[in-house]
């Protein structure tokens, strides 16, 4: 069983188009994020939820929207893509804030 | 300065060899370390938690040293295997807001 999942595992697409990578945990936490690692492969926190409050990282573009449907779930959608929007983003999870965190395989965007 | 730095590497050791790796973070704050392992085009892993009186794992040896704002990871008899990238994180338990991620550093062990 897989702890931490994400689809796609591979997104290609065009500048300006809007996507959406989709996570989702079985372990019963309570918290999850969203992580973008780029070229450099510098791992930054993009988001942290933790029973249902948002902490939104405030050097995020408004255009990245994290949405929670439950617990289990942490989708990102992206409008407008850019060109350096390209990076593999990484879900995580942890049974709270100050725990160790379970990633997902990550999901290699790439707009051209 | 950086809130977590580490040596980029990489390190290139013979299999069997003793590597040791520093991290040093900027806040004294932080609350909580941890070394991750990647491994290339994979996500991170949790390799151990560090603890304040320092802990062991079989080959693996973590130290914190607050006062001088460090951490440490010893790896003994190193194997082709623990060829990847070795992150140091540091969390100063703001909501998880504040899980800071060292940029790694590289290992290759040779044959």
């Known amino acids: 069983d897989t702890a931490v999942s994400q689809t796609p595992k591979y997104l290609v697409t065009q500048m300006g188009n809007d996507k959406s990578i989709k996570c989702e945990q079985n372990?019963?936490?309570?918290?999850m994020y969203w992580y973008k690692q780029d070229s450099k492969k510098f791992l930054k926190i993009m988001f942290s939820?933790?029973?249902?409050?948002?902490?939104i990282n405030e050097t995020v573009p408004n255009r990245f929207s994290p949405k929670s449907p439950d617990k289990a779930h942490l989708n990102l959608h992206i409008n407008s893509l850019e060109l350096g929007d390209s990076a593999v983003y990484f879900c995580?999870?942890?049974?709270?804030?100050?725990?160790?965190?379970?990633f997902g395989p990550g999901t290699r965007l790439t707009v051209l | 300065r950086k809130e977590v730095e580490q040596d980029p590497g990489p390190f290139n050791v013979p299999e069997g060899a003793t590597v040791a790796f520093n991290c040093t973070y900027s806040?004294?704050?932080?609350?909580?370390f941890f070394w991750y392992r990647q491994d290339c085009r994979k996500e991170p892993k949790l390799l151990m938690s560090?603890?304040?009186s320092g802990n062991e794992d079989g080959r693996f040896t973590a130290q914190l040293n607050r006062a001088s704002q460090y951490i440490s990871l010893l790896i003994r008899d190193s194997k082709l295997s623990d060829s990847a990238t070795y992150l140091c994180?540091?969390?100063?338990?703001?909501?998880?807001?504040?899980?800071?991620f060292g940029p790694g550093t590289r290992l290759s062990v040779l044959p």
């Open positions: 994180v540091v969390n100063y338990n703001n909501y998880g807001q504040n899980f800071v």
């Open positions: 372990l019963g936490h309570d918290t």
């Open positions: 560090v603890y304040s």
């Open positions: 939820y933790n029973n249902k409050e948002l902490i």
């Open positions: 995580a999870s942890s049974s709270r804030p100050d725990n160790e965190q379970f």
């Open positions: 806040n004294s704050a932080s609350q909580s």
